[in-house]
């Protein structure tokens, strides 16, 4: 044997081999820890330790169909608001407004105007989950983050937090919009910053739960 109990083998890799005729090996049939080693069946048993993975719906619903134990269908009473825009990972928390409202660790803040490089920073130092903004200049954006950011294809970006925004980059922000959120102060949002800007177009969604938990 070259391998022993507790250590790890991929599919195919050698197990055992034959000192005087190096050509004769034994292989590996499967990926996993080697659990035991009967020297006298020659039995040696392999198990892969896979964590579960959990994965949160990250919003309020009822589960309305479960596919062959792998896909779930939920079914949300929400506003469905889209982006232009947006950066960073899937996340959800309440909904807070910049100026209106208190600002707590894992909310989603929602901003008026054309947010400035202050306003980012004070934010990070909120460990907020998300922000959704109606505009903001590149060049802030680009300091902010010490970086450019591509916008063919986003939302695996490493990020203090997610960012979704409703008209781009322009210093121009509209009004209009702003009444949604206001009167959905301390709702729950799911943010969805994906977004793809080529063929099969993907922009990025904000569901905001109708009903408060």
């Known amino acids: 044997m070259v391998k022993k109990v507790g250590e790890f083998v991929y599919e195919d890799?050698?197990?055992?081999?034959?000192n005087l005729?190096?050509?004769?090996?034994?292989?590996?049939?499967?990926t996993g820890t080697i659990k035991n080693i009967d020297s006298k069946t020659g039995i040696?048993?392999?198990?892969?330790?896979?964590k579960p993975l959990a994965l949160y719906a990250m919003c309020y619903g009822s589960v309305e169909s479960v596919t062959d134990n792998q896909y779930v269908t939920l079914n949300l009473d929400a506003v469905k608001i889209i982006g232009r825009i947006g950066?960073?990972?899937i996340t959800s928390?309440?909904?807070?407004?910049?100026?209106?409202?208190?600002i707590e660790n894992e909310n989603i803040v929602y901003v008026s105007n054309c947010i400035t490089i202050e306003e980012l920073k004070a934010l990070a130092d909120k460990n907020i989950n998300g922000l959704i903004c109606?505009?903001?200049?590149y060049s802030c954006l680009k300091i902010y983050l010490k970086k450019d950011i591509g916008v063919a294809l986003t939302g695996n970006e490493s990020l203090p937090f997610s960012i979704v925004l409703?008209?781009?980059?322009t210093e121009n922000s509209m009004c209009g919009i702003k009444d949604e959120f206001f009167k959905h102060l301390g709702k729950y949002v799911l943010l969805q910053p994906q977004?793809?800007?080529?063929?099969?177009a993907i922009r990025p969604l904000i569901y905001i739960m109708k009903h408060h938990y």
């Open 195 to 200: 977004t793809q800007i080529r063929a099969g």
């Open 13 to 18: 890799e050698v197990l055992a081999k034959d």
């Open 44 to 50: 040696v048993t392999i198990q892969n330790d896979k």
């Open 87 to 89: 950066f960073g990972k």
């Open 166 to 169: 409703l008209e781009g980059f």
């Open 21 to 30: 005729q190096q050509w004769n090996y034994i292989t590996s049939p499967s």
């Open 93 to 102: 928390g309440r909904l807070a407004i910049l100026g209106k409202s208190s």
């Open 134 to 137: 109606n505009t903001v200049s």
